[in-house]
């Protein structure tokens, strides 16, 4: 499985950035995939994820109502849009896939078998 991330940056508070995740090398109906963040000195979350079939949608609270996860399946891309960006959104974003991840599990980091190479966003006050 390889997972190749995208679309991480520098922006300002307020701001958007939208991240890619381009997968190969899986059969994706069996798939769920999202993104993980890892913030210096914080506990690292799965701040959205969707279930390859099904489409089912995990959002963490912190990404609620500014976050939208989505795929392209013809692309077999998956794509985190970011608006209403805060200073404690930054973080490196790791595009993470699983397969067998039932619906209550798609927020578990532990899930996930697989972890492309993590992509920088940076949000200034």
């Known amino acids: 499985v390889q997972l190749q991330a995208s679309g991480g940056g520098l922006v300002q508070a307020g701001g958007s950035l939208r991240l890619s995740c381009a997968a190969s090398?899986?059969?994706?109906?069996?798939?769920?995939m999202g993104w993980f963040r890892q913030a210096p000195g914080k506990e690292g979350e799965i701040v959205a994820a969707?279930?390859?079939?099904?489409?089912?949608?995990y959002y963490a609270d912190s990404a609620k109502g500014r976050f939208t996860i989505s795929r392209d399946s013809a692309k077999k891309t998956v794509y985190l849009q970011m608006n209403n960006l805060k200073p404690e959104d930054t973080a490196v974003y790791y595009c993470?896939?699983?397969?067998?991840?039932?619906?209550?599990?798609?927020?578990?980091?532990?899930?996930?078998?697989?972890r492309g190479q993590g992509t920088l966003v940076t949000v200034s006050s």
């Open positions: 993470v896939a699983g397969s067998g991840i039932i619906l209550s599990s798609l927020g578990t980091a532990s899930a996930y078998n697989y």
């Open positions: 969707i279930r390859w079939s099904g489409g089912n949608i």
């Open positions: 090398g899986y059969t994706y109906n069996s798939y769920a």
